[in-house]
């Protein structure tokens, strides 16, 4: 049974306001997911049909799954860990939070890298460097960039060395002072690029690309590489939530920040969608491009567009943007696990975890260029550690959140927090849809997804 949860230490860091959680989240939710991966995603996958399988996932599977996690955090008051064994002392249910900090160091570590090649790609984007280039030149400038050893260790480093930054200074005065600036930031310079995307030449097909169903793509993979997403993007099954709701206030409506989180991450995927495939058909270029979309393909539509280098520029100022509030969050998991597992101050855990991410993230990096051949699993390290983290254990983590929400701490806890102790005055039938989407729903998606994946 649960103990008590209002004797908090008082020194804990919390978030100072309602709007600042939500920018907190939302800026962790939006991200290279939004930017990098949801784009090239839905070119391999068809298109519009992918899109409306995903907006399913976030309905059915990400909203239980974050609040669930909503109330594990905010009840507890305490990181990944700590949480469940505030929650349920003498389970083993704490796994679940150690695997979700583990979730957070895979992901840390080849997003860390993949943000440095932002930070590159932003410079290379203020020199001008594109504007020589035709499709050939960028592509090797790219290869050449990406499997090369020093320069990408450097920009893994400088970005790895920003999110620190922001993390060291804490919850209230580094988390959310930073993201509170930068999320509307971010949210207009990708609104204007859609806008100037959608109005060229030719981008009609793009649109239709996006907003026009072909379900002739669809196989199973489709599933999960859509459920995938949709747990990558809102950050969930990783603890990222459950920290997060650590810091919240007990007045806040964890509910309605669960889904104005989910809204905010799935119209900015919308608008990352609506900058760039309108964009791609104008200039004739098949969509389906892969990971490479970002760095090869858009540098050379940039390249071609009118006001294409000024495009550039706040483009990959908005993928840096994008992919720090996401890492200062994974780091933030991290870094609070450290300090109330081994008691110590933040500056020693962020500097430890620092160290550790920047080795894991030197093997990823490095496994683009001379540790190509090493698999394992027949996949590199960087590809075993995307694919370990957001087609396992996000999901895992995932399914042992919702389970535990809704079957071992179960009715009463879900309804009492989310209701607020019925201060929120929330409808009887809305509660119970919500602990209907936990314990069935979700649990229901996430084990037909796996059951489909061991069976390919
Ligand atoms: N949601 C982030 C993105 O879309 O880029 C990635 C992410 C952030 C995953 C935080 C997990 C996490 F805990």
Redesign the pocket.
């Known amino acids: 049974m649960e103990k008590a949860n209002n004797s908090k230490p008082s020194k804990r860091d919390s978030f100072g306001s309602s709007f600042g959680v939500l920018v907190a989240l939302a800026g962790?939710?939006?991200?290279?997911?939004?930017l990098w991966r949801f784009p090239y995603l839905v070119g391999q996958n068809g298109g519009a049909a992918f899109i409306l399988i995903y907006l399913g996932f976030v309905i059915l599977a990400g909203l239980p799954v974050m609040l669930a996690e909503f109330i594990i955090g905010r009840r507890s008051q305490a990181s990944a860990r700590k949480a469940f064994l505030t929650l349920a002392p003498g389970s083993r249910w704490d796994i679940t939070g150690v695997l979700g900090v583990i979730c957070?160091i895979l992901?840390l570590s080849f997003?860390s890298v993949v943000g440095g090649w932002g930070t590159e790609y932003l410079y290379k984007a203020v020199c001008f460097d594109f504007n020589t280039g035709n499709d050939q030149a960028l592509k090797t400038m790219f290869s050449n960039f990406s499997t090369s050893v020093w320069r990408p260790l450097i920009c893994h480093s400088i970005f790895l060395a920003l999110t620190a930054g922001i993390v060291i200074a804490g919850v209230q005065n580094g988390i959310e002072k930073f993201s509170k600036v930068m999320m509307p930031v971010l949210f207009l310079i990708v609104i204007g690029i859609a806008v100037r995307s959608m109005t060229l030449k030719g981008s009609g097909p793009g649109l239709d690309y996006l907003f026009k169903p072909d379900w002739s793509k669809v196989t199973s993979q489709t599933f999960l590489a859509a459920l995938g997403q949709a747990f990558?993007?809102?950050?969930l099954g990783?603890c990222?939530v459950v920290t997060y709701a650590s810091y919240v206030k007990k007045d806040a409506n964890i509910l309605s920040l669960s889904a104005q989180t989910a809204a905010a991450d799935t119209v900015f995927a919308l608008i990352a969608g609506c900058a760039i495939m309108p964009a791609v058909f104008a200039f004739g270029i098949s969509p389906g491009e892969g990971p490479d979309l970002v760095f090869i393909t858009l540098p050379h539509i940039f390249s071609q567009m009118p006001m294409g280098g000024i495009i550039a520029i706040f483009f990959f100022l908005a993928l840096l943007l994008a992919a720090l509030t996401?890492a200062i969050?994974?780091l933030e998991?991290i870094v609070a696990f450290c300090i109330e597992e081994f008691k110590m101050k933040r500056g020693v855990a962020v500097a430890l975890v620092f160290i550790l991410i920047w080795i894991l993230g030197a093997l990823c990096s490095l496994s683009m260029g001379p540790l190509d051949s090493f698999k394992i699993l027949g996949r590199n390290i960087f590809d075993l550690f995307d694919f370990l983290s957001a087609n396992f254990l996000m999901l895992i983590g995932g399914l042992l959140v919702v389970i535990f929400v809704g079957w071992k701490l179960g009715r009463k806890v879900v309804f009492d927090e989310v209701n607020n102790g019925g201060s929120l005055k929330m409808a009887p039938w809305l509660l119970k849809t919500l602990l209907f989407l936990i314990r069935f729903a979700a649990p229901a998606a996430l084990l037909a997804i796996a059951f489909f994946q061991i069976h390919e």
């Open positions: 962790s939710a939006v991200g290279l997911g939004n957070c992901i997003y990558f993007s809102l950050s990783s990222m996401s969050s994974i998991v």
